[in-house]
């Protein structure tokens, strides 16, 4: 057996001889869609904090005054002494957003999928996702020890093949899809999605991460699940539903109940956030008008929502644009595997409330400059 060292230093190897090893580069973000990386000021098309609000001063200033009041940590977990009264007005938030009974906040996004799915399904049980679920689906589902089948991607037919020659052999049946699908920007068919799951008897739970603030929940969904981290600007996950099922999930997520909650600071910001999405949705249109311009002006499809992906193929082509772009004081993180399929790799163009139009023109000139509009293939379409 080699050294631990020597062993993982031939892995790394390999991934950087398939353009797929990864590295953490310090990036600071200062003011509105710019960051500061290797000290040089980049133009950001790769954030997630898509309506600006993690630098809105209200936001901040709710941060601050909770700070100073209550301090850093929150000391044990919810179920312990954990459970600061900030809580309790984050999650009526959240569920008069979703239009649900109630909510339960967690650690992240992540962390709610780990223990949201696993509290409700068992080995009795049947879980559908679509292929291109986010790696904390698939754990979650790993986790449950549940049956799990995959349809190709928004597929409705394939849904309706597992579900009709599936669904009698199982006790429970869930499917799971994201509202926007984080990679690649398009939509579920939710209406579609529900229907079927009326007919065959299913629960149906969405990840509404890159949704909140842009598109309107759905209200035939069972489970509505997302992040504070991404539209919010601020950081920790979500889920919204029955009181039934938030009762029970405060008995049985361990990833909630074993985990220290999170600060009270980070509480009163994401509630500010939150309220900020409520009384302004000009900021939601404003980010997706952003990302329609950008397609317009690229002769691409319509833009679905704030994420408009533009295939390579292979992964040393999307880093080659990339490294590219940055050149050019444009910030567009190459997207590969195994974040999304072989052979897809690509640039994962994200739209804030705070770009320009002309920041957006800028863009689409740099990417003309280097001779990749036109020859670049949109996702599913
Ligand atoms: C980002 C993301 C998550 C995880 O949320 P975090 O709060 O960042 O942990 C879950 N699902 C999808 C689809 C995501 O894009």
């Known amino acids: 057996m080699p050294a631990l060292d020597t062993y993982l230093a031939e892995k790394i190897t390999s991934l950087e001889a398939t353009s797929l090893k990864r590295s953490l580069y310090d990036t600071e973000h200062v003011d509105g869609a710019y960051v500061i990386r290797n000290g040089k000021r980049l133009l950001s098309f790769c954030s997630n904090d898509y309506l600006g609000l993690s630098h809105h001063p209200e936001v901040i200033r709710a941060a601050e005054k909770a700070l100073k009041r209550y301090g850093m940590g929150a000391g044990a977990s919810r179920l312990v002494t954990g459970n600061h009264p900030l809580y309790r007005q984050l999650e009526e938030k959240l569920a008069s957003l979703k239009g649900t009974e109630a909510a339960l906040v967690f650690g992240s996004g992540y962390l709610t999928n780990m223990g949201v799915i696993p509290a409700l399904m068992g080995k009795d049980d049947l879980i559908i996702t679509d292929k291109l679920a986010h790696s904390c689906i698939l754990q979650g589902v790993k986790l449950s020890g549940a049956t799990h089948k995959r349809y190709s991607h928004n597929s409705l037919d394939f849904l309706f093949n597992i579900l009709k020659n599936n669904r009698n052999n199982y006790k429970n049946c869930l499917i799971v899809t994201e509202s ?195 020859c670049l293939e949109p996702a599913h379409v």
């Open 180 to 374: 926007v699908f984080s990679m690649d920007g398009d939509m579920a068919p939710l209406d579609e999605i529900t229907a079927l799951s009326c007919e065959y008897d299913a629960w149906v739970m969405v990840d509404d991460a890159h949704g909140l603030g842009i598109v309107a929940p759905h209200p035939a969904v069972d489970i509505h699940m997302g992040t504070l981290s991404k539209a919010a600007g601020v950081y920790g996950g979500y889920v919204c539903g029955s009181r039934a099922m938030i009762d029970y999930l405060v008995n049985k997520a361990a990833t909630a109940i074993y985990s220290t909650a999170l600060p009270p600071s980070l509480l009163a910001a994401a509630h500010r956030a939150l309220s900020i999405i409520e009384t302004q949705p000009e900021l939601g249109r404003k980010a997706l008008e952003n990302a329609r311009l950008f397609t317009q002006l690229c002769g691409l499809p319509k833009a679905q929502s704030t994420i408009v992906p533009l295939l390579l193929g292979e992964a040393s082509r999307a880093l080659e644009l990339s490294t590219q772009l940055e050149n050019l004081g444009l910030l567009v993180t190459a997207i590969r595997p195994p974040t999304v399929p072989k052979g897809t790799a690509r640039l994962r163009f994200t739209f804030s409330a705070l770009h320009e139009k002309s920041e957006i023109e800028q863009l689409v000139s740099s990417l003309e400059r280097l001779g990749c509009l036109g």
